[in-house]
């Protein structure tokens, strides 16, 4: 069953090339890291941090692209770790079905974080042991 | 009336902070460079170059929301020149009328260079007359 988890941390360093967010659950204490690019750790980052953006990001673009063609973003669904890697869903609501399409959490989050108010993001519970296991 | 244009040349340099792409008319000999980030620098090279890309990276994703909403992605317009700053459009059509998604000229040129085949790029007269005069 999917858990409800939110962005608890995003810690940047720019002598490495990994970037990490944690995820954290809403209604309890379990957390993990995801590791992401530099770009969108930053992406995200402006997004918490509200930080003004003149001109449409890419994934400003992205939101608004889904929006003008009416959809309405829903949710984002961490739903599978693989060899290291976390697959991810963007969930789109479109004339009453669900879209879902297949991204890297990074971008997922990234898009959770540009809508207002923030989607929901959940994580399929064996990932989270999985991830947790992993530590 | 727009003018039909091909991206030329990138030139990114890891020492700078700006990094450039040329445009280049498709019937005609001129050209003009735009001032874009590395990661969209970046990301438009890896397309370029047809870099492999095991997960989906940003465009990619928005290319693939696109499609899965069933919109067509059609073309790009870069329509205008304020104070420095490029004006473009992502064109998408969607049950027979187009929708024009406001985009910085970088994320709409690495879009057009993510479909296959490549989204046309056109560019306003007047914006070229501009860009020229500005060098």
């Given at each position: 069953?999917?858990?409800?988890?939110?962005?608890?941390?995003?810690?940047?360093?720019?002598?490495?090339?990994?970037?990490?967010?944690?995820?954290?659950?809403?209604?309890g204490?379990?957390?993990?890291?995801i590791?992401?690019?530099?770009?969108?750790?930053?992406?995200?980052?402006?997004?918490?941090?509200?930080?003004?953006?003149?001109?449409?990001?890419?994934?400003?673009?992205?939101?608004?692209?889904?929006?003008?063609?009416?959809?309405?973003?829903?949710?984002?669904?961490?739903?599978?770790?693989?060899?290291?890697?976390?697959?991810?869903?963007?969930?789109?609501?479109?004339?009453?079905?669900?879209?879902r399409?297949d991204?890297?959490?990074?971008?997922?989050?990234?898009?959770?974080?540009?809508?207002?108010?923030?989607?929901?993001?959940?994580?399929?519970?064996?990932?989270?042991?999985?991830?947790?296991?992993?530590?």
């Open positions: 069953m999917p858990i409800e988890m939110r962005l608890a941390r995003i810690i940047i360093s720019e002598i490495n090339e990994n970037q990490f967010v944690f995820l954290r659950e809403v209604d204490d379990r957390q993990f890291p590791v992401i690019g530099i770009f969108e750790a930053t992406s995200i980052d402006r997004r918490v941090k509200d930080i003004p953006r003149p001109r449409p990001l890419t994934h400003d673009l992205l939101v608004n692209a889904v929006e003008q063609m009416g959809g309405q973003l829903d949710s984002v669904i961490i739903r599978e770790l693989r060899e290291h890697t976390y697959f991810a869903d963007l969930r789109i609501k479109l004339n009453g079905e669900v879209i399409i991204a890297r959490p990074s971008d997922a989050i990234a898009v959770a974080m540009t809508c207002e108010p923030p989607l929901p993001i959940f994580v399929e519970e064996e990932v989270i042991e999985e991830a947790m296991s992993a530590d």
